[in-house]
Nanobody, 126 residues
Framework: QVQLVESGGGLVQSGGSLRLSCAAS????????MGWFRQAPGKEREFVAA????????RYTDSVKGRFTISRDNAKNTVYLQMNSLKPEDTAVYYC???????????????????WGQGTQVTVSS
């Protein structure tokens, strides 16, 4: 049974930083690309970032480029999202997810991802 557990969310002031983690179990983690999505109140869930199976390729939505960094540690079955220069509009529940494939190419649609975590709340105050 695949399980994804996010952690690291919280309340931070505008301009601050947070590092999200997503620990995976029940799958061969290194065989799959991973993604981060987020859902703000009253909005649809949206793509944030993705990373290929070996970390050699990454992709970001335009609004977080230069501020967020996705990385992974296959030895620890964990994917990370380092978030810097946070803005109030980054407030959302953040979810990690497994792609169905290795990430060639990296994909941005929810339908391309098969397993999801429960989410972690990120709140950025102004």
């Amino acid at each position: 049974q695949v399980q994804l557990v996010e952690s690291g969310g919280g309340l931070v002031q505008s301009g601050g930083s947070l590092r999200l983690s997503c620990a995976a179990s029940g799958l061969t983690f290194s065989s799959y690309a991973m993604g981060w999505f987020r859902q703000a109140p009253g909005k649809e869930r949206e793509f944030v970032a993705a990373i290929s199976w070996n970390g050699s390729s990454t992709r970001y939505t335009d609004s977080v480029k230069g501020r967020f960094t996705i990385s992974r540690d296959n030895a620890k079955n964990t994917v990370y999202l380092q978030m810097n220069s946070l803005k109030p509009e980054d407030t959302a529940v953040y979810y990690c997810a497994t792609d169905y494939g290795v990430g060639l190419p990296l994909r941005v649609t929810e339908i391309s991802y098969g397993n999801w975590g429960q989410g972690t709340q990120v709140t950025v105050s102004s």
